[in-house]
């Protein structure tokens, strides 16, 4: 009796042991940084001025052979280590994956050396904040999880500078392939991570302007349309002006509008690791009023600079809800959402008036998500506010700011089904009023 209970202690014991070897310690799981586009720079270390917007992405893999817990991916500028500037990434159960970071932020304003920290943890987000400051910032760059910013006076822009001392291999574009407005289609290929990816340079006319009423159209064909391809359009400060983000690569699009001098950059990329396809490529000049559109298929109400509400929202198939911000001069838009319910995952999405997705925010929970659009042209955004899961709806306050910019006249914050109230001889809905200028 005795010998049987040693036996089977022994293999409960043995069945410990390998279970512990399986499921590693609770430390930082692996994260690595694949490719950076920010202000130019392709390495990880760049050069900005005191002050300087640093703008553009951060292509990251993780992976943890923990799964079925709940992980979490953060980033953290290293010159404001508070909470609130921390900002999530990613929430997944465990294994590889890979994502698009979108970083829009400023430097210090005086000279040094500053780091932007990334992270990737079996923690929840409440955890991670003290998990990403228990090493120290020289740490988190040797091990490969980070971005150093030099802060020079005399560090130039390198899209707009030539005389910057930078070697070419920092500049992420130095290599794009031109691209005419003519709609002919040039052949490519792309894949996942930096080095697959397909850059190409816009050949935009300084006669081009969208107080003209010109837009430029990017149109993208897959010759393998069930691999995934996406597209982004920057300017040459990194700042993102059109997406295009739909399953496979069927018919990606982007629609941007142009102002004189104005240079663009498409970046095509895979989304899923190991994936690459061929695809054709063109642009052509289109109409900004014949391009206009409205993701919200004419639910979004209308708001203005300060306004505050409380609303309810559910899952984006069934009951989301949808705001309308007009402006008419550049500017930046910020819009705050808290839940009432904060364990209830609502997310937010801001698109342009051409159909571009200009800004999320996909924090867990909804205690708080801050969508910002840095670069907000002329037009109307529309904001999207949705719960993660039919479970999730619940009801929250969302908030509307703009600055540097100004809203539009009282007629021109509705939404104006395909026509513009400034033209002569249209029509346009106010508030569900249809008025007619002759």
Known sequence: MQSHLMIKRSAFLTIVLLLSCLVPGHAERDLSIDGIYLNGFS????????????????????????IFRTHTGVWIPSWDKSRGAMRVFMTSAGGAEGAQVSLDLYAPTTPGTHYILFCFDRKNANEMHTEILS????????????????????AYNPFTNSASGLSTSNVNFAGAVPLDLDGRQIAGSAGYGAVRESLWRLM?????????????????????????????????????????????????????????????????????????????IFADRVSVFTSRADPSNGRAVPVSDGFSTTDRAG??????????????REGVIDVELMGSSPGSDIDLWVYDDLGNLRA??????????????????????????????????????????????????????????????????VEFDLGGVRIRIP
């Open 360 to 425: 999320t925010s996909r924090e867990p929970g909804s205690r708080l998500e801050r969508a910002r659009v840095e670069y907000a042209e002329p037009g109307t955004y529309y904001v999207k506010a949705a719960a993660l899961r039919r479970s999730d709806e619940s009801d929250y306050r969302i908030s509307f700011s703009v600055t540097g910019s100004a809203i539009s006249n009282p007629s021109d914050k509705y939404y104006r089904k395909g026509v513009d109230p400034e033209r002569p001889g």
């Open 315 to 328: 899952e984006d198939n069934f009951n989301p809800r949808w705001y309308s911000i007009s402006v008419i």
């Open 204 to 280: 935009t006319s300084s006669s081009l302007s969208s107080d003209r009423d010109d837009a430029v159209r990017v149109r993208l064909l897959g010759d393998r349309p069930q691999i995934d391809l996406d597209m982004e359009i920057v300017d040459q400060y990194g700042r993102r002006r059109g997406l295009s983000e739909k399953d496979g690569s069927f018919a990606e699009q982007a629609v941007v509008r142009v102002q004189p001098g104005d240079i663009l950059y498409a970046r095509v990329y895979g989304f899923k690791r190991g994936e690459e396809a061929p695809f054709r």
């Open 43 to 66: 390495s990880r270390d760049i050069r900005v001025q005191p002050g300087e917007r640093i703008s553009g992405s951060v292509s990251v893999t993780t992976s943890s052979s923990s």
């Open 135 to 154: 090493r120290s910032d020289e740490q988190i760059y040797a091990n490969g999880r980070a971005i150093r910013i030099f802060v020079e006076y005399s």
